[in-house]
Nanobody, 130 residues
Framework: QGPLVESGGGSVQTGGSLRLSCATS?????????LAWFRKAPGTARWGVAA????????YYADSVKGRSTISLDNSKNTLDLQINNLNPGDTGMYYCAARPDFGCSQSWVDGTGTEFFYWGQGTQVTVSS
């Protein structure tokens, strides 16, 4: 098991909400750097959803979820959360937590496939039905 473990996925209907959580483990404490969520839909490349710079709290979102999602850190629990509201079938996919401990986030990292990130979780599946 790696340092990042996702949970909270499931099956929901269009218009529903989900809260995904990424727990850090193995002594990895994200005091600095960038934590992010990525989604891989069937037949497509993995793509960024949201990111947060851990020390400043600056957040970045993909256009597809902007205004209906919130990425947040719970430093007391060492977890990274992603709340997505008003889900639609386009949100379906495997959601991965990613971390890069040496630099804060950039919007370009969210608008991409995540090659900048060093650590990845195993993913949690989200399925949205119409």
């Amino acid at each position: 098991q790696g340092p990042l473990v996702e949970s909270g996925g499931g099956s929901v209907q269009t218009g529903g909400s989900l809260r995904l959580s990424c727990a850090t483990s193995g002594g990895y404490t994200p005091k600095s750097g960038c934590l992010a969520w990525f989604r891989k839909a069937p037949g497509t490349a993995r793509w960024g959803v949201a990111a947060i710079t851990t020390d400043s709290g600056a957040t970045y979102y993909a256009d597809s979820v902007k205004g209906r999602s919130t990425i947040s850190l719970d430093n007391s629990k060492n977890t990274l959360d992603l709340q997505i509201n008003n889900l639609n079938p386009g949100d379906t996919g495997m959601y991965y937590c990613a971390a890069r401990p040496d630099f804060g986030c950039s919007q370009s990292w969210v608008d991409g496939t995540g090659t900048e990130f060093f650590y990845w979780g195993q993913g949690t599946q989200v399925t949205v039905s119409s």
